[in-house]
């Protein structure tokens, strides 16, 4: 990375309590509205970034190299994936970095870059940013947006259930999401699951991994035509090679009810990978698709899920349509402060 010239100061009616570049950082390491935000063309005051406002600016000047951040500390593992809490050593500010190992041919590694690129390209503020990726040591690394409460699993975790009208603002964030990658950019997410959707202290959920299932699968030495956690495909994608957008809505239904119930919606024996695989398979081949209890949920919200979890995937609902959906705008006059639930119901949050 080439040296950079001194750093360019522009004049802002900065409040005297915030004129420190210290005071920038907060103490999980993200941005709160009135800190400030430093990158290459010089400072700015974050302003109001709820759920509504427009996607990040991207940092710096969108070249991010390993050698230009620290680690921390590893944040999350999987298979042959490791994501670390990395920081910039120029602005200190923090990013995940998301390291996908793969020893493959150069063809493979240029096509398999041409799909990562698709994360760059996103901007929506309910998709985690992608700032950055390259290829480098027999690896792919992705320097994405840190989000600090950690993934919906996570929070699932601790608080077991979420109450319907805190879900309904988690859902809306999450088929917004779904509607943008659909009908804006015609991407299928294929793997959405409680763990690739990401929270932070804002109350701010977002979409992460879409598509990063697939390449891992296509490209390792362990075929895997299935692209994507099994547990929550719809039945078309054991039964058919290929399969639209509205796959997704199958696995957002099920996500929604699990977040609702606090627990998977099958009963599955958990007999080894592959008597699990199958009866997975078999379970949501030929069982009825979950329900939501009328005893338990509103009308609206049973409804959201019917119209989620239908076998069929042309009678779902697609994400424009769950949009207008009244269970998505029920509980608008609430006012649900997602921030404060995240922050004060939840796991702590990633902090140093």
Same mark, same amino acid.
């Given at each position: 990375?080439a040296?950079?010239?001194?750093?360019?100061?522009i004049?802002?009616?900065?409040p005297?309590?915030?004129?420190?570049?210290a005071?920038?950082?907060?103490?999980?390491?993200?941005?709160?509205?009135?800190?400030?935000?430093?990158?290459?063309d010089?400072?700015?005051?974050v302003?109001?970034?709820?759920?509504?406002?427009?996607?990040?600016?991207?940092?710096?000047?969108?070249q991010?190299?390993?050698?230009?951040v620290?680690?921390?500390k590893?944040?999350?593992?999987?298979?042959n994936?490791?994501?670390?809490l990395?920081?910039?050593?120029?602005?200190?500010?923090f990013?995940?970095? #998301?390291?996908?190992?793969?020893?493959?041919?150069?063809?493979d590694?240029?096509?398999?870059?041409?799909?990562l690129?698709?994360?760059?390209?996103?901007?929506?503020?309910?998709?985690?940013?992608?700032?950055?990726?390259?290829?480098?040591?027999?690896?792919?690394y992705?320097?994405?947006?840190?989000?600090?409460?950690?993934?919906?699993?996570?929070?699932l975790? #601790?608080?077991r259930?979420?109450?319907?009208?805190h879900?309904?603002?988690?859902?809306?964030?999450?088929?917004?999401?779904?509607?943008?990658?659909?009908?804006?950019?015609?991407?299928?997410?294929?793997d959405?699951?409680?763990?690739?959707?990401?929270?932070n202290?804002?109350?701010e959920?977002?979409?992460?991994?879409?598509?990063?299932?697939?390449?891992?699968?296509?490209?390792?030495?362990?075929?895997?035509?299935?692209?994507?956690?099994?547990?929550?495909?719809?039945p078309?994608?054991?039964?058919?090679?290929?399969?639209?957008?509205?796959?997704?809505?199958?696995?957002?239904?099920?996500v929604?009810?699990?977040c609702?119930?606090?627990k998977?919606?099958y009963?599955?024996?958990?007999?080894?990978?592959?008597?699990?695989y199958?009866s997975?398979m078999?379970?949501?081949?030929?069982q009825?698709?979950?329900r939501a209890?009328?005893?338990?949920?509103?009308?609206?919200?049973?409804s959201?899920?019917s119209?989620?979890?239908?076998?069929?995937?042309?009678?779902?609902?697609?994400a424009q349509?769950?949009?207008?959906?009244?269970?998505?705008?029920?509980?608008?006059?609430?006012?649900?402060?997602?921030?404060?639930?995240?922050?004060?119901?939840g796991?702590?949050l990633?902090?140093l």
């Open positions: 990375m040296k950079r010239g001194p750093l360019n100061i004049s802002l009616d900065v005297p309590q915030q004129d420190s570049l005071k920038f950082l907060t103490q999980s390491g993200t941005f709160r509205e009135g800190d400030l935000f430093v990158n290459k010089g400072i700015r005051i302003g109001n970034s709820g759920v509504d406002a427009p996607p990040p600016i991207k940092p710096l000047d969108d991010i190299s390993l050698a230009d620290d680690v921390i590893v944040i999350g593992k999987g298979n994936v490791i994501v670390q990395v920081q910039h050593k120029w602005t200190n500010q990013f995940a970095l #998301k390291v996908i190992h793969m020893n493959i041919q150069e063809s590694r240029k096509r398999t870059a041409k799909e690129e698709i994360n760059r390209s996103l901007e929506c503020p309910y998709v985690v940013a992608c700032y950055q990726c390259f290829y480098q040591n027999n690896a792919f992705l320097i994405l947006e840190y989000m600090d409460g950690g993934s919906l699993l996570d929070f975790r #601790k608080v259930t979420i109450p319907e009208d879900l309904a603002a988690i859902c809306k964030q999450v088929v917004k999401g779904l509607h943008y990658l659909h009908h804006q950019k015609h991407v299928i997410h294929r959405l699951k409680p763990s690739n959707l990401l929270i202290h804002l109350g959920v977002k979409i992460t991994d879409f598509g990063v299932s697939a390449i891992v699968a296509s490209t390792s030495a362990q075929a895997n035509t299935n692209v994507g956690t099994y547990y929550y495909m719809g078309e994608r054991f039964s058919e090679e290929t399969y639209g957008a509205r796959s997704d809505i199958w696995s957002l239904g099920m929604m009810l699990e609702a119930t606090g998977f919606p009963a599955i024996p958990d007999d080894g990978w592959a008597a699990t199958y997975v078999q379970t949501i081949i030929e009825p698709p979950p209890s009328p005893d338990e949920f509103s009308p609206e919200f049973c959201f899920i119209s989620c979890l239908q076998k069929d995937p042309k009678a779902r609902l697609s349509q769950l949009l207008e959906h009244p269970f998505l705008s029920m509980y608008d006059d609430l006012a649900i402060d997602l921030a404060s639930y995240f922050t004060n119901d796991s702590p990633t902090t």
